[in-house]
């Protein structure tokens, strides 16, 4: 069973900075391609970043274009987002999502194309 982990959440006050990770224990992390989306309450969940299982390629949402970066380290069988210059409109619930069914330049950023979600953590900017 694939459970990704994610960690790195926390407080932050407006303007801070945040680095997200994604780890999944006991299997090759670098066949799958990964995404970050969130969710705030009363809200869908909504793609930020993907990255291509080479790490080659990345998407972006516009809200986050300039202030996040998505990252792999795939020897750590890690996935990483960091964050910068956070708003308080970044406040959400933040999922890491996998699956291997794709090619390794492709990036995926529909929600129903990923097979392994993780439980999320929670980012709350302050203003």
């Known amino acids: 069973q694939v459970q990704p982990v994610e960690s790195g959440g926390g407080l932050v006050q407006a303007g801070d900075s945040l680095r997200l990770s994604c780890a999944a224990s006991g299997l090759t992390f670098s066949i799958f391609t990964v995404g970050w989306f969130r969710q705030a309450p009363g809200k869908e969940r909504e793609v930020v970043a993907a990255?291509?299982?080479?790490?080659?390629?990345?998407y972006y949402a516009d809200f986050v274009k300039g202030r996040f970066t998505a990252s792999r380290d795939n020897d750590k069988n890690t996935v990483y987002l960091q964050m910068n210059s956070l708003k308080p409109e970044d406040t959400a619930l933040y999922y890491c999502?996998?699956?291997?069914?794709?090619?390794?330049?492709?990036?995926?950023?529909?929600?129903?194309?990923?097979?392994?979600w993780g439980q999320g953590t929670q980012v709350t900017v302050s203003s």
């Open positions: 999502a996998a699956t291997f069914r794709s090619s390794r330049e492709v990036v995926i950023i529909s929600p129903q194309q990923y097979d392994y």
């Open positions: 990255i291509s299982r080479s790490g080659g390629n990345t």
